[in-house]
């Protein structure tokens, strides 16, 4: 394999269906992986994704898991090593919010946001890591948050998640290093996707105001940081949190 090609990878992301897991799909399969995404809701979504791919010359299966799901993720990972045979990179993207002020927040969101974002991304790292293991080489990529380092009134379980997933990180990338698996986070700070584009004018310029490059950033900008830590490139990078927040944090 050349230094910089994923012709012979095989890449799993999860939440493929949009935004960024859908940028990260397309990316990765641009760059010659073949490429399984999972969606929860919007099969129509993930068609969209896989035609996307398609188009692009690429090769792509959508399949529909719930990531706190520790059986269903077991089967995900089942189907992907039926149809290739292998599993080089997992990205954990599959992510969502509940946002409520502490005192108004229902138990159940901040069990719901703890259960996808990081019994989720736990489930995936634990059950992709056998073919890892076998195969003496994998790159685990997790979805962290500026709001990880940062904080944010209102998402103190999503916070917690991201928290929580920078330190399995950490300890994971410890555990499995000497068999040539490197474990990383990405930590984005405000993208353009369906989400952010909702905001008002006036949260958009206190926003603009808090970000060095005075910018949103783009779908492709965290993808191309996801693709970065898949390549031989990143060989050397593990247990390491990666910003891409235009100078915000
Ligand atoms: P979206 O809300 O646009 O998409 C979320 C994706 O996750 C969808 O594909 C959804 O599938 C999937 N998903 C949700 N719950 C589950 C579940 N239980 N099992 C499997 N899949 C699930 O999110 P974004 O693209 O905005 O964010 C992607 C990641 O990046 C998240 O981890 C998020 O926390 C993180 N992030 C995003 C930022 C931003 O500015 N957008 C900033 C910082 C971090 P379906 O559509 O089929 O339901």
């Not at 509940?98 to 108004?104: F, G, H, T, V, W």
């Not at 229902?106 to 946001?113: G, S």
């Not at 991201?162 to 990383?184: C, D, F, H, Y």
Request: aromatic share 4%; charged share 20%; with cysteine.
């Amino acid at each position: 394999m050349s230094l910089d090609s994923f012709a012979d990878r095989v890449a799993l992301v999860t939440g493929g269906s949009r935004g960024i897991g859908r940028g990260i799909a397309l990316e990765l399969a641009r760059s010659g992986a073949a490429v399984v995404f999972s969606y929860r809701t919007s099969p129509e979504g993930a068609e969209q994704t896989r035609k996307e791919i398609e188009q692009s010359g690429g090769q792509a299966t959508a399949l529909e898991c719930d990531v706190a799901d520790l059986e269903a993720v077991q089967g995900l990972v089942a189907s992907v090593q039926e149809r290739h045979g292998r599993l080089d990179i997992v990205v954990n993207n599959a992510g969502i919010t509940r946002d409520q002020l502490i005192a108004r927040m229902k138990p159940e969101d901040f069990d719901d946001v703890i259960a996808t974002n990081l019994r989720g991304t736990w489930n995936l790292c634990r059950t992709a890591l056998r073919p890892m293991l076998r195969a003496r080489w994998g790159r685990l990529i997790n979805l962290s948050s500026v709001i990880a380092s940062m904080g944010n009134p209102g998402q103190s379980n999503y916070a917690a998640s991201k928290g929580g997933i920078e330190a399995l990180t950490r300890s994971l990338a410890q555990e499995v290093g000497s068999r040539g698996i490197t474990v990383n986070a990405v930590a984005p700070g405000f993208i353009e996707t369906e989400m952010t584009r909702g905001l008002s004018d006036e949260v958009r310029a206190g926003l603009l105001d808090r970000i060095a490059l005075g910018r949103l950033g783009s779908v492709e900008e965290v993808a191309r940081t996801v693709r970065f830590l898949a390549s031989e490139d990143a060989a050397y990078i593990s247990g390491q949190v990666i910003h891409v927040n235009g100078g915000m944090a």
